[in-house]
């Protein structure tokens, strides 16, 4: 079939690796692949697509062929059970598309994936065993990166150079624990989210963000006890940056946020416009709090500590307060003249 373009095998059985491939083909996609290499005549310089979910080897052998695939442009591994490490891939420098989501047992990527210069999407979604991740990438291409459900990651990589072109980031459900320096150098970003992470303290990187309109990070909470290590980060927001203009919806959830964090906040998120402070720990809503002149919306649902509300921005058209369990009488009041306002 010398003039074959696409071959793509689903459910299938094979007790045998082909014998021969066309170098016609422009598209592979072979589910459960037979074999860990490829036939050795094989010529796949036309090749764009190669795709091979539930791969049943810990690593690809593409050492003898990688070479050849000068026009490869997406790269799979999908939902492959067996598979562990990620290989050197720095010949690949026309790789636009490299996923190997729901690879349970993947531990290891080759360094060389931080250095793709054509790369737009990366996807470890649900990769729960990777700890080995590139140190430091510099992907000027970059438009989407997934690391959904990597629990086991603990570290987000260095970033050399500016990339400008990723624009969300969702750090969920990971384990990483703190945002490097060069973290700025994602320059347009404007959307943040991390969640499910073991995180120390508050990323003071998240100051530099030029771009940044809507940040959200969940914590686990601390079971009842009162923390300074996200006070500490905004200490170390203040040290570093210049208050933020542009964020206008910030979320700290089961951040174990204490009193200290609002006049932080306010010398650091002047304009924010929602504020979201479920499950933390401050006993308090302070008079500074009515300076949020642009406050619309505040949430400070499920904080079991917080006895008194000693003030609340003028511009407000939301508040909630479910399960305070702590609040005092007098704030009670406060609580209930307040949400008559809202709805008058």
């Not at 062929?65 to 990620?86: C, G, N, P, W």
């Amino acid at each position: 079939m010398t003039n074959l373009k696409t071959l793509i095998i689903k459910n299938g059985c094979f007790s045998e690796s082909p014998k021969h491939l066309p170098k016609s083909l422009r598209v592979l996609e072979w589910w459960k692949y037979p074999s860990e290499n490829f036939p050795s005549d094989f010529q796949p310089e036309m090749l764009c697509i190669l795709k091979l979910p539930n791969y049943v080897y810990p690593s690809p052998k593409l050492d003898s062929l990688s070479k050849k695939l000068v026009s490869l442009k997406v790269l799979t591994f999908d939902e492959s059970d067996y598979l562990k490490e990620i290989p050197d891939l720095s010949s690949l420098q026309t790789l636009q598309e490299l996923s190997f989501r729901w690879c349970t047992s993947l531990t290891t990527i080759d360094s060389s994936v931080g250095f793709l210069p054509k790369l737009t999407r990366l996807n470890a979604n649900h990769c729960d065993k990777l700890r080995n991740f590139p140190p430091v990438i510099q992907l000027p291409s970059l438009e989407h990166l997934n690391l959904f459900g990597c629990t086991s990651l603990e570290y987000f990589p260095e970033i050399e150079g500016e990339m400008k072109n990723v624009t969300r980031l969702h750090l969920l459900c990971t384990g990483i624990k703190d945002l490097p320096f060069s973290f700025r150098n994602l320059s347009g970003l404007w959307n943040l989210c991390l969640s499910g992470h073991e995180m120390c303290k508050l990323p003071s990187v998240i100051g530099m963000m030029p771009q940044l309109l809507y940040c959200y990070i969940e914590g686990r909470g601390n079971k009842g006890r009162i923390s300074r290590k996200v006070e500490e980060g905004f200490q170390g927001i203040l040290t570093h940056s210049l208050p933020s203009q542009n964020l206008g919806s910030l979320h700290l959830i089961n951040s174990n946020l204490s009193d200290e964090f609002f006049q932080l906040a306010l010398a650091w998120f002047p304009n924010v416009k929602w504020l979201d402070l479920r499950g933390n720990n401050f006993t308090v809503l302070p008079e500074c709090i009515q300076q949020f002149h642009f406050l619309e919306k505040l949430i400070v649902d499920d904080c079991l500590y917080l006895r008194e509300i000693r003030g609340l921005p003028l511009n407000l058209k939301k508040f909630s307060a479910v399960n305070c369990k702590s609040l005092s009488p007098r704030a009670k009041s406060l609580l209930a003249n307040q949400v008559l306002l809202l709805f008058n």
